[in-house]
T-cell receptor
């Protein structure tokens, strides 16, 4: 079992739909990262959070440290949101990121 | 200006060759990383340097040798390339374990 699990692995949606991607982890962490990888391959950091909730535009990330769970939400999804979304956590007090296997999102017009 | 830049973006080479991938960051970050993304798109850390000092050295063959001449550069040299080394290699940097900035990746194909 991976130390970082994401669900679903694949997700398709119609433009405008509300999207939720989940991440569960089994290690103790200081923070959690959500990353976006576009088909071209580049990786962009979306959020780094250690508690509560963060919002950036149509993206919202939440984390529950006690339950070791985080969610990434996309409101009013758009085809340009199509990408792989990756959850990653560092082992406590280290720089070593452990990555989830990613969620491939496709948003159709 | 590109924050984390790595070169080359694409590299096709024969088995047995030695090659290097260069990485530079202009963000003033103190930590730099090399990650490998395999054919199944799974990312794994290879190395981490903090202020030019090796911090993380995962179970990576000795053929892979990182070199950090200064805080802004972390190069990856690979000796005696094997077919299994084909992957995308990402350089990244961060400041005091905060947000990580990734380079655009280097696609290595060993034939």
């Amino acid at each position: 079992k991976n130390e970082v699990e994401q669900s679903p692995q694949n997700l398709t949606a119609q433009e405008g739909e509300f999207i939720t991607i989940n991440c569960s982890y089994s290690v103790g962490i200081s923070a959690l990262h959500w990353l976006q990888q576009h088909p071209g391959g580049g990786i962009v950091s979306l959020f780094m959070l250690s508690s509560g909730k963060k919002k950036h535009g149509r993206l919202i990330a939440t984390i529950n440290i006690q339950e070791k769970h985080s969610s990434l939400h996309i409101t009013a999804s758009h085809p340009r949101d199509s990408a792989v979304y990756i959850c990653a956590v560092p082992r406590r007090n280290t720089d070593k990121l452990i990555f989830g296997t990613g969620t491939r999102l496709q948003v159709f017009p | 200006d590109t924050a984390v830049s790595q070169t080359p973006k694409y590299l096709v080479t024969q088995m047995g060759n030695d090659k290097s991938i260069k990485c530079e960051q202009n963000l003033g970050h103190d930590t730099m990383y090399w990650y490998k993304q395999d054919s199944k798109k799974f990312l794994k850390i290879m190395f981490s340097y903090n202020n030019k000092e090796l911090i993380i050295n995962e179970t990576v063959p000795n053929r892979f040798s990182p070199k950090s001449p200064d805080k802004a550069h972390l190069n990856l040299h690979i000796n005696s390339l094997e077919l299994g080394d084909s992957a995308v290699y990402f350089c990244a940097s961060s400041l005091q374990r905060n947000t990580i900035y990734f380079g655009e990746g280097s696609w290595l194909t060993v034939v």
